[in-house]
């Protein structure tokens, strides 16, 4: 039952996230926390390789050290947060093009065999 204690240790996980918001933390902060969770609830359900990349990516301590910044200099962790979030949607925006268009050509190379 692996997708079990994955889904436990996202669950814990998220015990920073209320904290930081309960602090007050911007929601880019919170955004980019919840990233670090995502990803490693999502990348740890796969058995075996899943674990190595939680041990390495340790999304807890990514979480406290962005937590920490954010109470030194505010302002600072806010812009690069933005960056970061910034830098993700058009990443994200890339990838839907490039997929619709794999698609779209896909439908046509099959339009004109079977035509």
């Not at 994955?6 to 955004?31: H, K, N, Q």
């Not at 670090?36 to 041990?55: R, W």
């Not at 962005?66 to 994200?92: E, K, T, Y």
């Amino acid at each position: 039952m692996p997708f079990i204690g994955d889904a436990i240790g996202v669950l814990l996980s998220s015990y920073i996230l209320s904290e930081a918001a309960r602090m007050g933390a911007s929601r880019t902060i919170l955004a980019r926390m919840a990233f670090n969770i995502a990803v490693e609830g999502v990348i740890g359900i796969v058995p075996l390789a899943g674990d190595v990349f939680d041990a390495a990516w340790k999304a807890n301590l990514r979480n406290v050290r962005l937590l920490n910044a954010w109470l030194d200099r505010p302002h600072r962790a806010q812009r690069s947060s933005l960056l970061f979030l910034a830098g993700l949607v058009a990443a994200l925006v890339a990838f839907v093009v490039v997929v619709g268009l794999l698609v779209y050509y896909m439908g046509a190379l099959l339009a004109g065999s079977v035509g």
